[in-house]
């Protein structure tokens, strides 16, 4: 999709079929798990499946033309074997001037490919380093369960994904349940 593409509401354009509006996004959806250069573009025409517009059928469908010149592209993974995959974690402590609120950030690698990554202001005002960045790891044991899952479909088996973090106060408190008791977070939201 251009950059310079604003798709909007356009409530007085003609309306299509929803019904085949969905099934396009939700196979474009499904491809993107190996092809995360057309995340964004997909994402964008996920949020008019309610009432879309010819213009966003139009944007669909360039996407599709995209995918059809470049199907040399994608992520390689080899089937039925486990592909090395790492989650990085990392935090701002109040980061945000307005709020003072952190930022975690959480990038996945699945062998050499960086295949997911978010930030996200954290919602609880962290008072400590350790606070903000075991809130990200939690963030990123998420985002591995999840990756875990995605790759069923393709018939690869991923065995333990190390969550990789540059604080030791956080990796203490994720290594020993005691020391859950002794922090305002709630313990079972992530247990040892």
Known sequence: MSSETKLTQDKDKESVDNIKYRGMIGSLLYLTASRSDIMFSVCL???FQEDPKTSHLESVKRIFRYIKGTT???LWYLKGTGVE??????????GDYVDRKSTSGVYSFMGCCLTSWFSKKQTALAIFTTKSKYVS??????QALWMKQAVVDYDI??????VLCDNKGAIDL???PVLHSRTKR???LFPP
Do not use: E, F, M
């Open 157 to 162: 088996k991923l065995s333990d994904i190390p």
């Open 85 to 94: 995959t790492i989650v990085y974690i990392d935090s701002d402590h109040a």
């Open 137 to 142: 790891a939690g963030n990123a044991c998420q």
């Open 45 to 47: 025409c996920a949020h």
């Open 72 to 74: 040399h592209l994608g």
């Open 186 to 188: 709630n313990p079972t």
């Open 174 to 176: 994720r290594k020993n």
